[in-house]
């Protein structure tokens, strides 16, 4: 069914999304790939989107090789299955490039965490730090930045600079306590925080572990410092999913969204994967903003080309340099190529 621009304008600006019925007898897998071919587009996908989604994407990964594959793609267009923060990331790189996310709606509570106004007052009160931010953040909050970080290269970068300069960690509190703790710095937080991974249990996980004597207990470095005080490894998506594959342990409880067991399961289908419990009986640790992303909307944004990151070019070009710099680092480092 073909719908006027019109209409489908009105459709993505009311909710973010084209909600058009789809033939429910297309092949979606078949239909996606031949957009693909047709547009030239390439699909990033986080790895905490839902599996099908995961199946069909071209390159799957955690921020930091989302942000690398971004700057590296030869395509026209950019499909983004991830949060807005990452399509923005990818638009910052790719001003040429048509840049879409299935869901505008699809943000990130991180993100939301930290208003570019409140952290412009912030950062006034500390003229002498230099501040470094996790990726998961607006281009605002990245025009405010002197270096984008992630959750994969954070230590590495904080450690590259003299130990006695003062930095401003923003925005995640979890993140920045932890690298302090690592790097034994004094950076000061912006109390900022993920609701997926501030919802975990350390009661319950106490008790899976005992009942689990045999699992490793692994966790995402933007849990609360309890529950990492715990764990047997820490790290990035990628730094954990390496981990489930090269540890002998047959078990692993997962502090994390749960998307990445769907990696873990099908890299090591005879391992067990036992997603830590949060602190009630919702499955809160789904990201809703990750969840958003279904793969009908993959298929209606490709087919359509909306809804489109576009951005302020002044606003792109100040968010741009501390991503740079990350991405220069991490070369140095050998974090990625
Ligand atoms: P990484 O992709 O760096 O592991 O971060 C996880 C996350 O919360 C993304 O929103
Ligand atoms: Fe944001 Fe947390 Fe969802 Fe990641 S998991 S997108 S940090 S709310």
Redesign the pocket.
């Known amino acids: 069914m073909e719908v006027s621009s019109e209409k489908i304008f009105a459709q993505v600006s009311k909710n973010g999304f084209y909600d058009v019925e789809i033939d429910p007898r297309l092949d979606l897998f078949e239909e996606i790939n031949k957009l693909k071919k047709e547009k030239n587009a390439v699909i990033l996908a986080?790895?905490?989107q839902e599996p099908d989604i995961q199946d069909i994407a071209d390159y799957i990964?955690?921020?930091?090789g989302?942000a690398q594959a971004a700057a590296n793609t030869k395509a026209d267009i950019i499909v983004f299955a991830?949060?807005h923060f990452?399509a923005e990331t990818a638009k910052i790189l790719n001003p040429n490039k048509k840049v879409l996310l299935p869901d505008l709606r699809a943000g990130?509570s991180?993100s939301d965490s930290c208003p570019p106004q409140l952290f412009k007052k912030f950062k006034d009160k500390h003229p002498d730090h230099i501040v470094i931010s996790y990726?998961?953040c607006s281009a605002g909050i990245k025009a405010l930045s002197d270096i984008i970080c992630?959750?994969?290269n954070a230590k590495q970068i904080v450690d590259s600079l003299p130990i006695d300069q003062k930095i401003i960690f923003a925005p995640d509190k979890n993140l920045g306590a932890y690298i302090n703790k690592q790097s034994g710095r004094n950076m000061v937080l912006w109390n900022g925080a993920?609701m997926?991974?501030e919802i975990f249990s350390l009661e319950k996980i106490t008790r899976l572990k005992e009942r689990h004597p045999n699992a490793k207990f692994i966790a995402?470095p933007?849990c609360e410092e309890a529950v990492l005080g715990i764990a047997d490894f820490i790290g990035?998506?990628?730094?954990?999913l390496k981990y489930t594959e090269t540890n002998t342990s047959q078990e692993f409880i997962v502090a994390?969204?749960t998307g990445i067991l769907h990696q873990m399961q099908q890299r090591c289908p005879n391992k067990t994967f036992i997603p830590a419990p949060p602190n009630n009986s919702c499955a809160c640790n789904d990201?809703p903003h990750?969840k958003l992303n279904t793969l009908e909307k993959l298929y209606l944004c490709m087919k359509y080309e909306q809804p489109e990151i576009l951005m302020d070019e002044e606003l792109r070009l100040a968010a741009k340099k501390p991503i740079d710099k990350m991405l220069e680092l991490s070369k140095q480092f050998g974090l990625i190529t």
Do not use: P
């Open positions: 986080h790895y905490y990964g955690d921020s930091l989302l991830g949060v990452m990130c991180l990726i998961n992630t959750s994969g993920c997926v991974h995402h933007e990035s998506t990628t730094q954990l994390t969204e990201c990750m």
